[in-house]
């Protein structure tokens, strides 16, 4: 089962919008010093990392066929043969460490913790892309690694990163409170989405581009606004940044 045209115009209508928050972030730089831009750059680099996957996937580039071994009925996922998006996960290795530094650096959590929860955040998109291409029933096993890491993330959002918070002030602890609650409803969501998709074939591509769509809109263009406008009266330099 492949994508169709109305897939496509779906990513790029996505693509659009990734793009337009990564320029309005790099517009908005300019209105800060040169030194208190770290924020700004991250959050523009997320979203131009989406914007070139997306383009990629509107372009029904970037992925390839596997074989399904769980044959079904319904007539959108009937087949031998299901399209897996593999520029997601390109994207994702690339993006979720920018969302993980945003969020961390928030709450100016030490280099050790961060660079752990980073190498949790690998073994999660990692193993759920080896589950997306492998054929067999272990799929589900690289699947199960993966939500084991992401909640190894969650717990060092929630316990780590809410002490730290508390102790930075309460607009500090505000913006935190704010990105991290969504992002903690908004990832869960993911290892759904790919349970229906790339897991289970239970629907098609075209509804696969909608629920990430969905997902990375709110993943992203939305948390960088919500994150742009939480640290604009906070100096950088007060998270030793
Ligand atoms: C996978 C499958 C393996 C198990 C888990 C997953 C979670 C993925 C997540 C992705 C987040 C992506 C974001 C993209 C930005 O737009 C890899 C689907 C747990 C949480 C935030």
Redesign the pocket.
Known sequence: IAQTVRGSSFYFAICAVMGFTALTTIGLSYLKPRTDRIFFYITAA?NFT?FIAYFAMGSNLGWTPIDVEFQRSDPEVRGTNRAIFYAR?I??VI??PL?LMDLLLTVAMPWPTIIWVIFLDEV??V???I??LVSTRYKFG??A???A??FGIFWELAVAGRKHAKTLGSDVHRVFMMTGVW?LF???L??V??GVS??GNVIAPDSEAVFYGV??FC??PLFSAMLIWGHWGISPARLGL
Request: net charge negative.
């Open positions: 997320l989406a996960y994207d994702w993006t979720t969302l999660m998109i193993t759920g892309l589950g997306a690289f699947y690694i993966g939500c890491a992401m992002t908004i990832w869960l993911y290892p989405a790919w790339e897991g997902l990375d993943a992203k």
